[in-house]
């Protein structure tokens, strides 16, 4: 079944510095093995001017459930998320299996 893996970030402190970092961490993305397609996004702003639930996402798009579970086990991972750690921002993922 294709699976995704989606990473939701949340509004850092300082997003021109969390913009600089991110783009290690999404090059670091495109180097997952078996990785089928990358999808980043940036979360509109509201137009009240309050904070947004998220910042960014980031999906990226295996064949399989094992192969994105493959990939989360590799050096690029580690790079990922430990880019995205060192930002000092939360983050949750989810893996999904994609229906359509």
């Known amino acids: 079944m294709p699976t995704k893996i989606t990473l939701i970030v949340d509004n850092p402190a300082n997003p021109d510095e969390f913009e600089k970092a991110y783009a290690e961490v999404l090059a670091a993305a495109m180097t997952f093995p078996k990785l089928q ?46 880019g995205l750690q060192g930002t000092q921002v939360t983050f949750e993922g989810l893996f999904s299996d994609i229906e359509q």
Do not use: M, Q
């Not at 980043?40 to 094992?66: C, I, M, Q």
């Open 37 to 82: 397609r990358v999808e980043s996004a940036k979360v509109w702003p509201k137009e009240d001017g309050t904070p947004t639930p998220a910042y960014r996402t980031l999906d990226l798009y295996f064949d399989s459930y094992e192969d994105a579970s493959a990939a989360v086990a590799t050096p690029a991972a580690g790079a990922v998320f430990g």
